[in-house]
């Protein structure tokens, strides 16, 4: 039997990813390769040769046996001069790209082919996949047949010539790959199409096969799913005879043109297998078979159907399809009927990865508080849970809930059964415990850019988990049993710098607040020094606040340990027990200072922790010590923050490098704008606990408190008033620009533009419909009696203080907050634009410069570092950063199981103003030109960069972080904006997929409007 060679032609890079197309992950346990080398098992004997160049070690350690050809020149060489690089023998001969995926069926059929040359096209090319670009059609392989014979490719004489895409598949008898062997590839043109002509016009008979859309090529993950899996009822179709874990009810499934057509035949098929039977009718649009996130909930299903009623059939079947809208194809859009299931326990919806990433978890998200079916697709029940569970970790489920274990079985079938790991699949568990399986989709969306090996994405789980256990052990300087770590406490690096903030934001933030300079600030102001315990660690690339030290930090100097200790301890519990109050350390668990309501709060807070009377004496006593200082030393702390403005002009003005200024610039922000600030920002969150105490003794109403915080005049506040004037003519745009320019949307990250390298957009492009009035109150007076009974309740601190002292305390201490972080911010974001314009001389763009620390700075400024270490660098920590942008943790981290399985809890969302309103809603992480006028905005970050929305006359905001205390609490109690604040990973990613919000701040509900 005569042996057939077979090459691959790989040397080119790939369209996408970083892999060679060959490699490309088709299944969790195989690739590209593996099917192609899967579809020649028809072929009985064959010798199996690679013309590689790209990444081609990679493929070489993969599969030793086969035979490689390195291609040189591969990455400026056309595809024809990769072919003549392979030895070719009078043989039959097999040629065929290595980033397409064919049938065996197919590949059998070609090889049976005993014509002189036989090349594998597709008819149905145009059509192959849904949603297929326009730019992808121009750029396809074609050919033109006559009555599906190959022609003269360059006469127009064929009016009805027919065009067909080439697949890449060729076939050479032994005599032709003799001959082509001894052709001089320059001489025949660059591409295999080339070589098919030349070859037609030396008299070869060329035999065209037509696969008819049943192969893939990797430019669309779509055209992958759809050749894997077909349309989501052929998937069901398919498996219900097989599954064993689960149950697939009976379907009839027919196309929008069928039901144009064959009504009533439908309708008879229906009512025959359904008798006397409550139906559903789903969706099975060619939109939702490439599916992605955008597209959940846009087509109807209609459910409890009387099965017995062609009314009642006909206008559910009708609503469906008017649901498809213009999207509607006749001819693929499907209609899917299934019987109703009663009695649901729980339903849900099970991602078999990370949308966004392709990341290796299960993302469970159900509903087990009603009996609906369609709440989580619909997204209409807010009581949604959501587990996430990392693959070959599914033991840790059981700590979470027991009742998904069969509902993840049943997903793993499903996955076995099909060979493909990336489904959207929706299920409901029935009273008695079975698992019905509704609808499975694939997950289409393009996760090329996060192609990473297993065991390094593993090693950084572990490696974390690790981590998590050895920072239990406490140190000398922190009391507390055990720790707990949180992204959004204190500090709170998720509204600052984000969640997975690049290598030069964290390093920036360390270095400038939270190795050192915030555990300074609380010794200076009489808490416990717990230096040299940093604030923030890293789990997996993202920033966490070690919640121990953090209390520790809030704990007074003069505490007896034992009585520190019990209170540490307590107040862990406390958070333990209450996980939606982790961005309230410092209001509703920690006692940080002194309020009128210390006394009550303390004792309904900590007596059920076992903290009596008398330490409670103590904590008292020493906090009120605390407060009183704090009262009287403002000025004295914010005082530096006049030298770093001196000293700023002084540096601007200078002829110092830009690595020289950049330097010099950070190095001031830290010593007299970092800790001036942090005093501010303590002083902000006491005189906030003064307010929220007012109001719970009933001294003050919530709304007297919102009418006082619009008297008092901020930068932020300047800053809508200046818009105003620039409108007006009253003041110039570039005084405008010079005073404002410097601020920008995530203050410690140089990917984003500043203010004044996008003005138009950030600064002038709402100067005319600016700064709506809001209800603008800014005569407010606190009455007599309120005054007195607020001076009273200070005298116990000091009989000195007075009613005046605490309010214009209470006034200073939020302005100064808002005024040092205005100035602070402004040397970093001067440095940040120093540290691009250096890059520019290092060849070094935005995004590179963010893979770089304030270490690597530091080096380059004294000549440590050179430009040709920092390549390498670089690149090892973007690799780095892919793994940290891919692996999912929870907001809080209380044992180490939570970092391969977890809940998503919701967090306790900070309401402000008690209005009510309803609008559409608009999220800025979905495009850059967005008009959020008249629209309640999402917006991750509470960051003063975000500022520039105010400016928009917006009806409501709603961010991921932030607490009561943020910027952006501040600023919309200021303008008396209703705003949800903080409201949680949770919350929000179901409130990214809604059209229209209400927002009810009185009664704290956020409610999707469908």
């Known amino acids: 039997m005569t042996t057939t060679d077979v090459f691959f032609l790989g040397a080119g890079k790939p369209i996408s990813g970083g892999n060679p197309a060959a490699l490309k992950e088709i299944d969790l346990n195989s690739c590209a390769l593996d099917w192609q080398l ?24 993969r599969y030793p046996n086969l035979h490689y050809t390195v291609v040189p020149d591969w990455n400026i060489k056309p595809i024809l001069y990769t072919l003549s690089q392979a030895k070719l023998r009078k043989v039959p001969t097999l040629i065929t790209y290595a980033d397409t995926i064919f049938r065996k069926e197919t590949i059998a059929q070609v090889t049976r082919s005993e014509a002189d040359v036989t090349i594998l096209c597709d008819s149905h090319w145009e059509l192959r996949y ?18 599906r014979q190959y022609c003269e490719q360059t006469s127009n004489k064929f009016l009805d010539s027919t065009k067909v895409e080439f697949t890449g598949v060729i076939k050479l008898s032994p005599s032709v790959a003799e001959f082509v062997s001894s052709l001089e590839e320059y001489k025949v043109g660059s591409s295999l199409l080339d070589l098919i002509d030349y070859l037609f016009h030396q008299g070869y008979q060329i035999k065209v096969l037509d696969v008819k859309g049943e192969w893939t090529e990797f430019n669309s993950p779509h055209d992958i799913t759809r050749f894997l899996l077909g349309t989501k009822a052929e998937t069901l179709a398919r498996l219900a005879p097989l599954v064993t874990n689960c149950y697939i009810g009976d379907q009839v499934c027919f196309t929008t043109l069928e039901w144009k057509t064959k009504r009533k035949e439908i309708i008879s098929i229906i009512k025959k297998k359904f008798l006397d039977t409550k139906l ?84 469970i998200n159900f509903d087990d ?96 988990s690790q981590d998590f256990q050895r920072f239990q052990t406490k140190t000398p300087f922190v009391l507390g049993t055990k720790t707990f770590f949180g992204n959004m406490p204190d500090w709170n690096p998720a509204e600052i710098i984000g969640i997975r903030p690049s290598p030069l934001a964290i390093s920036l933030y360390r270095w400038l607040i939270t190795d050192e300079v915030w555990a300074k600030q609380r010794t200076e102001f009489g808490y ?34 034992k009585t520190a200790e019990k209170f540490v301890d307590a107040y862990l519990e406390i958070l333990l027990n209450n996980p939606s109050l982790h961005d309230k350390l410092e209001f509703d668990i920690a006692l940080t200072a002194w309020t009128p309501s210390f006394k009550r709060d303390a004792i309904n807070r900590l007596t059920p922790h076992q903290i009596n009377q008398n330490q409670i004496d103590e904590m008292e006593h020493a906090l009120k010590l605390i407060t009183r200082k704090s009262i009287l030393r403002l000025d004295k702390d914010i005082e530096p923050i006049k030298s770093l403005i ?270 009510r309103i309803e609008a559409e809603v608009i999220s800025c992480e979905k495009g850059k030109n967005l008009d959020p006028n008249e629209k309640i905005v999402l917006i991750s970050q509470a960051d003063p960069g975000y500022d520039w929305l105010l400016m928009n006359n917006i009806k409501g905001l709603i961010t991921k972080y932030g607490g009561a205390n943020s910027h952006m609490a501040i600023r919309a109690a200021e303008m008396s904006l209703p705003a949800a604040i903080g409201i949680g990973d949770k919350l929000y990613e179901q409130l990214l997929n809604a059209k229209r919000i209400q927002l009810d701040c009185a009664n704290q509900i956020i409610r999707q409007i469908t």
């Open 38 to 61: 899967h579809s020649l098992e028809s072929i009985d004997l064959k010798k199996i040769y690679f013309l590689g160049g790209y990444q081609i070690e990679k493929i070489i350690e």
């Open 130 to 147: 849904n949603s297929r670009e326009k730019e992808d059609l121009l750029i396809a392989e074609t050919l033109l047949l006559v009555d």
């Open 280 to 363: 559903v009718v789903r969706s099975s649009g060619k939109e939702e078979d490439t599916w992605n996130a955008s597209k959940a909930g846009w087509f109807n299903s209609v459910i409890n159907i009387d099965g017995n009623s062609n009314v009642a059939i006909t206008e559910a079947v009708d609503c469906v399809i008017a649901s498809y809208g213009d999207l509607c194809s006749e001819k693929q859009d499907q209609i899917l009927i299934q019987k109703f299931i009663k009695d649901v326990a729980f339903s849900g919806v099970v991602f078999t990865c990370i949308l966004e990433t392709g990341a290796p978890y299960y993302r």
């Open 369 to 464: 508080k009603t009996t609906s079916t369609e709440s989580i697709t619909l997204g209409t029940e807010a009581d949604i849970r959501t587990v996430l569970v990392k693959r070959e970790s599914d033991h840790y489920l059981k700590t979470i809930d027991k009742k998904l274990l069969p509902v993840l079985d049943a997903i793993q079938e499903l996955e076995r059964l099909l060979g493909f790991h990336k489904l959207d699949v929706e299920f409901a568990v029935d009273k008695s415990g079975i698992v019905h399986i509704f609808q499975v989709r694939p997950i289409a969306v393009n996760h090329s850019n996060f192609e990473t090996d297993k065991s390094v994405f593993d090693a950084s789980i572990l490696n974390s």
């Open 528 to 561: 416990r020094d717990v230096r040299p315990n940093p604030l923030i660690v890293c789990f997996c690339g993202q920033p966490y606040v070690d919640i121990r030290a953090s209390l520790n930090s809030f704990i007074p100097a003069e505490l007896s340990e």
């Open 646 to 915: 001196i000293r700023r002009d002084l540096l601007e003005n200078s002829a110092l490098s830009p690595i020289d200024k950049a330097m010099a610039l950070l190095d001031d922000c830290r010593r007299f704008g970092s800790l001036a600030f942090a005093h501010a920002a303590r002083a902000g969150f006491i005189a906030k606990s003064f307010l929220k105490s007012f109001v719970s003794l009933d001294i003050l109403t919530k709304a007297d408190t919102q009418a006082f915080l619009k008297t008092i005049k901020t930068i932020a506040s300047e800053f809508e008033a200046d818009g105003k004037r620039v409108s007006n003519g009253e003041l110039s745009k570039e005084a405008y620009l010079e005073r404002y320019g410097h601020l920008r949307p995530g203050t410690y990250d140089i990917t984003v533009e500043a203010y004044w390298e996008m003005p138009d957009k950030y600064l002038f492009s709402s100067l005319k419909s600016s700064v709506c009035e809001r209800d603008k109150v800014s005569d407010f007076q606190f009455s007599r009696v309120t005054r007195n009974e607020i001076e009273f309740k200070f005298k116990t601190i000091d009989k000195d203080l007075t009613f005046d002292l605490i309010i214009n305390y209470i006034r200073e201490a939020i302005q100064a907050r808002e005024y040092l972080k205005f100035e602070f911010t402004r040397n970093v974001s001067r440095a940040l634009d120093l540290f691009v314009k250096h890059g520019l001389a290092l060849e070094l763009s935005r995004k590179d410069i963010a893979f770089l620390g304030i270490n690597e700075f530091e080096q380059l400024k004294v000549g440590f570092l050179s430009k040709q270490n920092l390549t390498p660098l670089i690149k090892q920590r973007k690799k780095n950063y892919t793994i940290t942008q891919m692996i999912e943790l929870p907001q809080l981290l209380f044992q180490e199981s939570d970092f391969y399985c977890f809940e998503r809890h919701a967090s306790q969302p900070n309401f402000i103003t008690d209005k």
